[in-house]
């Protein structure tokens, strides 16, 4: 069993920043790959940008050159650097985490509010 812990979100002003981060514990957890989902009042739960373990990213268009992701294997930990924020980035911000060779993401945290102000 995995464990994912977030922490970081809160309000920010518009072309503000924050750092998102996300604790993973459990005896798999530095082999997974990890990923930001954000879900929006009235919307889906959307993939923004994962990393595998080797370091292999994927952004979603609307966050390239904006937002960047990261990790830090030693510490079982995925850190998303969210830079230059609109209104529309306001959402939960969910750490999630899938195995090796799985299309699904299986473990999920609790999830961080991130509000953008304008």
């Known amino acids: 069993q995995v464990q994912l812990v977030e922490s970081g979100g809160g309000t920010v002003q518009a072309r503000g920043s924050v750092r998102l981060s996300c604790v993973a514990s459990g005896s798999i957890a530095s082999g997974l790959t990890m990923g930001w989902h954000r879900q929006a009042s009235g919307k889906q739960r959307e993939l923004v940008a994962s990393?595998?373990?080797?370091?292999?990213?994927y952004y979603r268009d609307s966050v390239k050159g904006r937002f960047t992701i990261s990790r830090d294997n030693a510490k079982n930990t995925v850190y998303l650097q969210m830079n230059n924020l609109e209104p529309e980035d306001t959402a939960v911000y969910y750490c999630?985490?899938?195995?090796?060779?799985?299309?699904?993401?299986?473990?999920w945290g609790q999830g961080t509010q991130v509000t953008v102000s304008s």
């Open positions: 999630g985490a899938r195995e090796v060779g799985s299309p699904q993401y299986q473990y």
């Open positions: 990393i595998t373990r080797g370091g292999i990213t």
